[in-house]
Each structure stands twice: as C-alpha cells, then as structure tokens.
C-alpha cells in the first residue's frame, strides 16, 4: 500500500509504475504479484492517516510505503511495528534513537549523505565557504559538513570562521544577503534549498554579480539536475550539483527500456518518468517497490506469501507472520536500482551504500565529471586534460582584464603612445610576457592602469588598494608587475607559478675613482720629509767630505807598490761623498767606502738613518696605495646598522616594507624602528623616488629594493651599484583572484616558458643595454698597481736618462775641442775623428792619443 500526500503525484505514478512492471517482469512473474493499493492522506493529520492505514490492514497488507511527514510517519512506524508489517520509506530523515524494527529507508543515511557533500567540497579544494540553507534540516543534513570546517579560519583572516551560515529569508527577496555575500569576498556557496527555489536563488544572485568567473556554488539538492537553468548554463559560473541517478549506466538504460514497455502495454503516458528529469523521490519509490519484490521472491520459495487480513483494534490477533523475515531479508539484500546499487545497515534499516553523481552545468547542460560512494570515496571521471579542454573552452569569447602599472622595465608607455590606441600604446617585460601567455592559452586582454602601486591593506577594513585591490574585487582577472609573493597578499589573492626569482637588496652610489697623481710614489712622505731628507744627504755628504780631509787614515798612497810614494791620495771626495751616500739611501752600497773611524762613525749613522727612512718610506707607500684603492662605505647590511651617517629606508607600505616589519630577525626589527622614526625623510613613494635620491644623496643615502630592479638600474646608471647578498628569497608572480579557473593554464603557460628558455631571454632583452651604453668596467680592488700610480718613477727614470745623455753629450763635445786644440785640428775634423769612433760599437779599448810635444820629449 502506497501513502500519497496528493493525487497524481510523481511517487504516485512511479509506484504504480514500479507495481506493474513487477507484475510484467519475466524474472519476477511467475513468482511475485503485487496489487497497488494506493490512499491519500493529508501529512499533517497523523489520526487519520493512522486509521487508513489500519482500515487498509484489515483488508490485508503486505507493506506500506510512505507516507512523507514526520508525524504521520511516526504513527504509521508504530502500528507496522505493532502488526509485523514492513515499512518503506524514501524520505530524509534522521536516525532515531530508538531504532523501528520493522523499517527500511531507500533514502540515503543522512550521516553518510553528509559525509559524501564533505567530500565533494573538501575535494574541490574549498578552505572556506558561505553555506545558504532554506530549512533548519539543512544544517541537520550537512551536520558533518559544518563540524569539519567549523574549527578553521580564512586564509584572507585568521579572525573569521572558514564558514558562514546564513538563512535564506521568507520572503523570497534574497538580493539584500546575497549582496552581503558578495562584500564578503567569498567566492565559494553551498546552496541548501527545495528544487522549486533553486532558480529564484541563482537568479537573484545574477543580479548582483554574484554569477561570473569566479564564484563557484554547490547545490545540495539531489533534484537540482532536473531543473531547466535558461541562460544560466551560459554562464561563466562554475555550478555543481549531485544526483542519485546515472543515465548513461546499463542498469538504468535497461530499466527506462522496460518501462517504456510497460507504458506501452498499460496505455500510459508518463511524460515526466524520463532518466533525466525524474526526480529523486520517484527514483527511491520506483527502487523500493523493487526491493520489496525481490525480498518476496526471495523468501518464498516454494510457499505462497499473501497479505493477511488484521485487525489493528484487535491486540490479541496474530501479527503477519512473514513480515518479520521480509524486513530482515530486505535489509541484507543488495539491489541494483534506478539509484545505483542499493545496500542497508542491518540494524537500522538506513540506505548505508549509494553512488553520488557529481555534475557540472555547462552550455549543454549538466555533465558527469566524478561520483562518490562511501567505500571507495571521490573519483573524477574526465582526465586531467579533459578538465584542462574545458578551461580553454571557458576563456572562449572572453577578453581578460589585466591589471597593471607603469614601473620600468616592467610596463612603459611608448613614446610615440599618443598616436596608438588599446594595448598598442605599452611596451616593456610585462606586455611581452603577458603576449606569450596569451598565445600559449589562446586568449585576448586588455591592460587597465593603476597609479597606486601594488597595493596596500586598510587595517581596519581588510581591504586592499593597488593592484591587489583590483584583483580582490574582482575588476581584473590578471595583475602582474614587479609583484612580490608574500603571505600576507596570498590571503587577499591567489597567485600562479613565479615567472622570476629575486631578493631585497641595497641600492647604494658607486665610490669614486680615487684621483690619480703622475709623482703619488711621493706622498707617502710629506713635503717637509723630502726636503729635510735631501738636507740630510748633502750635510752628510759635506760632512763626511770634511771628515775624510781632516783624518789622516783617510790619505792613501795610490801606488801600493811604491814604499815611499811622493804624494797621498783621499779617494772620498766631494763627488765621491755624494756618490757614496746616495747609494747607501737607495740600498745599492758603493765602491767608494771609508777607512778612517770617524768616517765610518759618520758613515753608520748615515746608514741606519737610510733604514728607518727607506723601511718608513715602503710601509707608508704601502699603506697609502691600500687606503687609496676604491671601496665603498657600506659593505653588507651590518655596516648600516652600525653607523648613523648613512640614511636607509625603502618603498613604504610595500613587500620589501613588510619584510621588515614582520621579520623575527633582531638586526631587522632594529633597522625597522630607526626607519619608523625617521619616518617620511626615509621612506620612499616608489621605487623611482628612491632611486633618484640615492644619485643626488651621494654616498649618504642607502635604498631597499627587489635586486631584479636594481640590476635595471645598475646596468643604466653608472654611478649605482648593488651592495650586499640578498636578504630574503622571493618571486614575482602573476595575481588572481582565488577560485580562478585559468589559474592551472596560466601557470602551466609560464612553466613552458620557463622550460624553454624564453623568460631569461626576455628578461635580457628589457634589462641588458648597448654596448656603447654600458657602465666602464671598474678597476678590480687587486694588490696590483696601475700604470697611473707609478708612472712618475718612469718619469725620473727617462728624466735622469736624458740628463745623463746630456752631460754625456757636453762630455763629449768638451773632449772634441780639447782633441782639436792639442793635434791642431779644425773641430769638425776632430768631431769626425771622435764620431767615427764612438760608432765602431764592436770596439771596447781605445787608443791614447799623444801630442806632438810629447813625441819631441820622448826623443830627447
């Protein structure tokens, strides 16, 4: 006997249905006969419901099903518990704490239903959600669902729940909540409602924005499939749904075949029993009243079961005495339905094994892409590249907003920009890269500018502003710049693969050339050294002259063979004197040395003078040429630390600012507060600030910036140079907002490209210069020395060679006038006699010329 709330109802018409094709069914024919026994009852009159029930007992019964409502439903429980007889029901409901005997529900367990709608979101990599429900059943029906996420927090604000739960309102008028829902920010919504409100919800939701690409909902109802959604299929919103049943299954294909058959030879005319457009309570009537035939035809056997008469008034008649081996029988029995496989928990008689269908909406309609069961969990049924087609074919028709600011080299404007239109206008490392990603994904965009930077978060409202603020709000599907991936701004974004890596460094000027000086091996001495050392070597050498004159030991015979010798000779002579005493400075000693101790005293002191002088004269050139070498005032971050002439800061309200900030690192939470104090003289707008000051503010300025835009800089200003290592490890990468579902390709896109070679590549296009506008190579800070630094020896070196050829040269001019005089030459005959000379070079011994005077005295 079958309980209906109203006449002609859908269960109604399975029922029946489900009756006939039992009677018809070869298998099931010869042994099972059923008669459908059909009674409308009003849910909400438990009384009366009760005495239809028992009025139809007492003609006989051999199970009941239904009815819907818990009130009556519990009334009917109780008088099958009471006679013996089975009761079907296919209707929500939770398990009882005190368990019905005589009781069997096609309705999936609630506990487990739950579980599976966990799944699903969980699989969908949801860390949070809005839950939208009709019924406070709802939240009894995904009971598991809440207490999984009920212990997380957003990633965007630790503060706020992972899940908020909001009512939907009576009246039918949810554009008010769903724009709250919108200014939450949160992109995820699982919607609990009856089918009929379904499209309403989905409708209202259109109007206030809530249905583009990136927000996603999850529709709990199991007849959400048989909805016709109209436009909404079009659109970009991604909307799953699950169902019971499988068209596509053999099982049901043979089903929908016979049923047609047995509508063709009762003459009905069921336009609504279609696989995809019944609903999911004539689905569980139909697999009910089929289970029951196969219980029947199970325990039967060779006996004949019929229904009993009964009396429900009568207590001391018997119960039916099949009833309580049927029950049993259908709770361990395991079906194949228009729901899937059909398995029972043999003490409560709930549904404890289904298969979830899950759907997506798309422009065709609902599609399959994965079913869960309790056993085997959540498996998909497309490939991964499937799921990748459908994205590509997502991003058809679409024009990309892509969010962007002009920095250098990142995004320029060209110059000849106000003759060009659309994205024509820019140029730089981001339109290019933006172009190839395009290309690989087969998508077209548009760039929109900020003038903000990249973004700052209002403390109080949690909002953003900048690049990041774009993407937030959904006004841009893509922003990428010198955009840095931090913790903080992956709260408020997602964001794709990093397309290059870097780290805070310092941007600091270049030391000067150190001046060169042609005579600087002079400077290690002051001027007042040199000339009181030259004094020293002339009253040296005069006083050692004198010494020599006066002292006895110095007066030598210059013939050591002769033993009285007719005059003395005094080798230290004034020229003698100077020689020996410049050889001794310049340690090359020489020939000429003192005899007398005297002048050897003189002499001793003179040479331990020359040590100390020589020694002090090669530490101080050493010394000087070190201290003379260009370094810079800063080496490492430390150095800053510990001085106060140098002034540092960075961009204010940006990442590297945030590095700072939230460092756990003493050194930095130091640097942080003195740059807090200084304030505003410290920190910067922009990069481009920064830059321009460190120039200006030579040597008394130091900037933190990323050391990708320091390579630019330092690679265009000459006078800019890079101090330092890094101090942190981080990425640029591209912006989105979360759930978005060009995330994969866009990420797989830059991936290629990197794997290709084509990011360095274009990196070194926008950052490398010309050769005739590269920086000089500067002078390696090696112990070697230049030829500016000690081309003045050189100098005197050439200076003393040419002086000694010009004395060389009166030499020999004075030698020439003296020939010509003494043998009564013209002196061009006597230079002629002399050149030729010198000129015979394989000659080393020349003759002694002799006057005629000595010729005329060596005859007498």
Not at 580 to 595: A, K, T, W, Y
Request: net charge negative.
């Amino acid at each position: 006997m079958g309980l209906f709330p109203s006449e002609g109802s859908v269960e109604q018409m399975a029922f029946e249905l489900a009756v006939q094709k039992v009677n018809l069914d070869p298998a099931l024919s010869d042994d099972v006969k059923l008669e459908g026994r059909v009674e409308i009852v009003d849910v909400n009159d438990g009384y009366r419901t009760g005495q239809k029930v028992c009025d139809s007992i007492e003609s006989g019964v051999g199970a009941i099903f239904g009815p819907p409502g818990y009130e009556a439903s519990a009334i009917v429980q109780s008088i099958c518990d009471s006679m013996e007889i089975p009761h079907i029901e296919t209707q929500w409901k939770m398990n009882p704490r005190q368990r019905p005997n005589y009781y069997v529900n096609v309705y999936p367990d609630p506990v487990v239903l739950s579980r599976g709608y966990t799944a699903i979101v969980r699989d969908m990599d949801w860390t949070s959600f809005t839950l939208l429900y009709q019924r406070d059943e709802g939240l009894l029906r995904l009971q598991h669902l809440i207490q999984d996420y009920s212990g997380s927090t957003k990633l965007s604000d630790a503060t706020q729940s992972a899940i908020a739960i909001i009512k939907l309102p009576e009246n039918n008028d949810f554009r008010p909540m769903l724009k709250e829902v919108k200014k939450s920010l949160e992109s995820h919504i699982v919607l609990d409602c009856d089918k009929d409100t379904i499209l309403n919800v989905l409708e209202q939701a259109e109007d206030v924005g809530l249905m583009d690409d990136y927000h996603s909902f999850i529709i709990t109802s199991l007849d959400a499939h048989t909805i016709n959604y109209g436009h909404l299929q079009y659109k970009r919103t991604n909307i799953t749904a699950v169902k019971l049943i499988d068209p596509s299954s053999a099982t049901v294909t043979s089903i929908m075949e016979d049923l047609e058959f047995v509508q063709q030879r009762m003459n009905l005319n069921m336009e609504v029993f279609h696989a995809d457009t019944i609903t999911v309570d004539a689905l569980l009537m139909f697999d009910a009243v089929n289970v029951y035939a196969k219980a029947l035809r199970g325990i039967g056997g060779t006996k004949t079961i019929k229904a009993e008469p009964n009396s429900c008034s009568n207590r001391s008649s018997a119960s039916w005495s099949y009833g309580y081996g049927l029950i049993n029988y259908m709770r361990v029995i395991e079906a194949d339905g228009l729901t899937g496989k059909l398995r029972f928990d043999q003490d409560s008689g709930y549904r404890n094994y289904f298969t979830l269908e899950m759907v997506e909406l798309t422009n065709t309609g609902f599609r399959k892409i994965g079913v869960w069961d309790p056993q085997n969990e959540m498996s998909y049924t497309r490939t991964r590249n499937q799921m990748l087609d459908d994205l590509v074919n997502a991003n058809m028709n679409k024009t990309f907003i892509i969010a962007s600011k002009i920095t250098e080299p990142y995004m320029m404007l060209k110059p000849d920009h106000k003759d060009r239109t659309g994205n024509d206008k820019y140029e730089g490392y981001v339109v290019d890269l933006i172009q190839m990603i395009s290309e690989e994904i087969n998508i077209t965009y548009e760039f929109k500018l900020r003038n903000d930077g990249n973004g700052k978060k209002d403390k109080k409202t949690g909002k953003w502003d900048g690049l990041i603020g774009e993407v937030q709000e959904l006004r841009a599907d893509l922003a990428v710049c010198d955009l840095t991936i931090t913790h903080e701004r992956r709260t408020a974004v997602d964001f794709t693969t990093p397309f290059m890596n870097l780290g805070i460094s310092i941007l600091f000027s270049r030391p000067k050339e150190p001046e060169t000086n042609l005579f600087s091996f002079t400077q290690p001495l002051s001027f007042h050294v040199w000339i009181y050392t030259a004094t020293a070597y002339l009253s040296l050498s005069v006083v050692l002259y004198i010494l020599a004159r006066i002292t006895p030991d110095e007066w030598q015979n210059p013939h050591p063979c002769s033993t009285e010798p007719e005059e003395l000779e005094n080798s230290l002579s004034l020229i003698n004197c100077l020689w020996f005493s410049l050889g001794s400075i310049l340690c090359q000693g020489s020939e000429v040395l003192p005899r007398a101790f005297s002048t050897r005293v003189c002499a001793s002191m003179w040479w331990f003078f020359a040590l100390i002088v020589t020694q002090s004269y090669t530490a101080n050139w050493t010394a000087f040429l070190t201290s003379s070498r260009k370094e810079s005032a800063i080496k490492r971050v430390e150095d800053l630390d510990k001085q106060s002439a140098i002034k540092y800061g960075c961009v204010r309200g940006q990442s590297t600012a945030g590095f700072f900030e939230n460092s756990d690192v003493n050194l930095y939470q130091k640097m942080w507060s003195v740059m807090e104090t200084y304030g505003d003289t410290v920190m910067m707008f922009d990069n481009k600030q920064g830059v321009d000051r460190v120039k200006k503010e030579r040597e008394a300025y130091a900037f933190f910036m990323e050391s990708s835009t320091i390579e630019y800089e330092v690679q265009r200003n000459c006078d800019l140079t890079e101090v330092g290592a890094w101090l942190d490890n981080k990425a640029y990468g591209i912006a989105m907002p979360f759930n978005a579902p060009h995330r994969t390709r866009v990420s797989m896109a830059l991936l290629k490209l990197s794997e290709s070679g084509k990011l360095m590549e274009l990196k070194d296009k926008w950052w490398s210069v010309t050769e005739d506008k590269m920086c000089p190579i500067p002078k390696d800070n090696s112990a070697e020395l230049d030829v500016s630094e000690v081309g003045g020896m050189f100098v005197i070196l050439i200076f003393g060679c040419l002086l000694g050829f010009l004395f060389s040269l009166l030499e020999f001019l004075w030698n020439i006038r003296k020939v010509a005089v003494e043998e009564k030459l013209s002196l061009w005959d006597a230079f002629k006699l002399e050149l030729k000379f010198v000129l015979k070079c394989h000659q080393s011994n020349k003759p002694v010329r002799h006057t005629k005077s000595d010729d005329q005295s060596s005859e007498g």
